[in-house]
């Protein structure tokens, strides 16, 4: 019984069979069609396999929402190294609120300012890295993707500095701020907090002392995520005046990350920077520092990591294979035809006309049938 229904099924499968079949004895094979069928398998193999190299390719989705998260935290990461000693400098945050932000969370470290071999050639890699990235936005999906794996984007230490006088102060750590718009600045003198504002102490402090000849080493917003690169990472400003100011304005753009190795919260900015000598008598007033002035911007982006699903990868092979085969079959079909218009080989039909007898040959059959049939001598 089960054999009997077995056959039912395999002749009802056979019915349903619509390809045309073609018996092999009205197949004809030739030359071109053989070589034309090696380049289409050839072009097909290729596309393929680049179809799988897309197919295992990511690429970023970019998502843009209100940011609506007003009430929590902002945290600002520094590492800047001025070239004053500690005591003679400090460093402090005034937002738009007219909240004072305490230093408590950041560190002043004596150290030299002249970099070593070493940590020389680190920047000047990673401002190359800056640079690439101004001229190539792609280049920031590639960082995404491949670096936010613990990558080593820090200074490297100092092997020995015994022998150096430590003429520098490297502040570094990291603060807690309002999401609003504020200014973070390092001047002369430490900052004292009180309710009619803020001050610095610098009557103690020589102006022959004052340099505010600066490196920012790393300086970024929200939680810290080492293989990402910030606009000012590796920024480098030399003065030789003692009244120098140094003013960077900041627009901050929240950013959601979600990626194949993990999933963070991190903050995007740009950058625009101006200098000038502080100059009462020409004009120029203003407090000699270094002025980071940021705002936050009300757009939250989500930047994700896409991947091409399976049963696209599949239509998309299909379509190669079956267009490539309907392609060559045309190409081959009308080569063909041209062949046999440039070789005179292209027939309309199979009409003819129909040649005449000669005339002496027709003469020469009626004489003797009139011969015969006339009357007897």
């Known amino acids: 019984m089960r054999r009997v229904t077995r056959r039912k099924a395999l002749s009802l499968v056979k019915e349903l069979d619509a390809f045309p079949k073609v018996s092999e004895s009205y197949v004809e094979t030739s030359a071109a069609g053989g070589t034309v069928s090696l380049l289409a398998f050839a072009a097909i193999a290729l596309l393929a396999l680049l179809e799988f190299f897309v197919y295992t390719d990511t690429w970023m989705k970019y ?8 009430s929590s935290k902002l945290r600002i990461n520094i590492d800047i190294t001025v070239a004053m000693k500690c005591q003679h400098v400090g460093a402090d945050i005034l937002d738009l609120a007219e909240t004072m932000i305490t230093s408590s969370g950041l560190q002043y470290e ?20 800056q640079n690439r990235l101004r001229e190539e936005h792609a280049l920031q999906e590639v960082l995404y993707k491949t670096l936010l ?9 100092r092997d020995d500095s015994a022998g150096e006088p430590l003429d520098s102060c490297r ?5 807690y701020i309002n999401k609003v718009a ?18 610095h102490i610098a009557a103690f402090v020589s102006h022959d002392t004052y340099n505010f000849s600066h490196r920012i080493d790393h300086l970024s917003f929200g939680e810290l995520l ?3 690169i910030n606009p000012l990472d590796g920024t480098e400003k030399i003065t030789v005046h003692n009244n120098q100011m140094f003013q960077y304005f900041i627009t901050v753009v929240p950013t959601r990350l979600h990626t194949s190795k993990l999933s963070a919260d991190t903050h995007q900015f740009s950058v625009t920077e101006r200098e000038r000598v502080i100059n009462h008598a020409a004009g120029s007033h203003g407090v000699s520092g270094i002025f980071i002035k940021y705002d936050t911007s009300s ?24 267009g490539i085969f309907s392609t060559t079959g045309m190409l081959h079909g009308l080569v063909g035809f041209f062949f046999d218009v440039v070789c005179c080989r292209f027939k309309l039909g199979v009409y003819r006309p129909r040649e005449e007898a000669p005339q002496q040959n027709h003469n020469h059959l009626e004489t ?3 011969a015969d049939v006339g009357p007897p001598e």
């Open 63 to 70: 998502e843009y929402e209100v940011d609506k998260d007003f």
């Open 110 to 129: 004596p150290v030299v300012f002249d970099l070593t071999p070493q940590q020389r050639l680190w920047q000047r890699t990673l401002l190359l890295i």
């Open 149 to 157: 794996q613990d990558a080593p984007t820090a200074l490297p230490p």
């Open 171 to 175: 502040i570094h750590g990291h603060v």
């Open 182 to 199: 504020g200014n973070l600045h390092i001047t002369v003198g430490k900052p004292i907090h009180h309710p009619q504002g803020h001050a």
């Open 226 to 228: 080492p293989g990402i």
């Open 299 to 322: 757009l939250m982006v989500t930047v994700s990591e896409q991947h091409m699903p399976l049963w696209q990868f599949l239509v998309r092979l299909c379509g190669i294979v079956g």
């Open 368 to 370: 003797p049938l009139l």
